[in-house]
């Protein structure tokens, strides 16, 4: 079976995110949806996201297109949800950049043979989670 995982905020459910997990999707067999904590998003973004975790875990839960959804670890090293689950296929989104930096190295350290996919946007100019929060 091939494990796909897929990392994000997913703040304030977007037709962009339902696209990011859908191709996500496409690249396996079994999705893993892991969602960015509260505490995670303040350290690198500046601020909390609009929405809770548990919020933001049940909107994922809700689209039923994970076949399991969880929360990423707590603190910065996200590595370890990688280490543990061992996914053939990571997807990022392609305005994520704060995950990236050593993700290579330790996918080498935990002697995982996983591909990392940068996935293409859906209408960024219009789903986009900052340019929602924005027309709130």
């Known amino acids: ?15 962009g995110h339902e696209y990011f997990l859908r191709q996500a999707k496409k690249r ?4 893993i949806a892991v969602i960015a904590r509260d505490s995670t998003v303040k350290k690198l973004k500046g601020k909390l996201p609009y929405q809770s975790e548990k919020q933001r875990l049940r909107a994922i839960v809700a689209l039923n ?11 910065l090293n996200k590595y370890r949800v990688i280490k543990r689950y061992r996914p053939n296929v990571i997807c990022l989104g392609y305005d994520q950049t704060y995950f990236i930096d ?12 996983t591909k990392v996919i940068r996935l293409k946007s859906y209408q960024a100019h219009k789903y986009k989670s900052s340019i929602i929060k924005n027309e709130k």
């Open 28 to 31: 396996g067999d079994y999705l």
């Open 1 to 15: 079976m091939k494990t796909v995982m897929a990392f994000g905020t997913f703040d304030l459910m977007h037709p």
């Open 65 to 75: 297109l994970a076949d399991k959804v969880i929360l990423g670890d707590k603190g």
């Open 102 to 113: 050593g993700l290579k190295s330790k996918i080498k350290e935990f002697a995982l043979d």
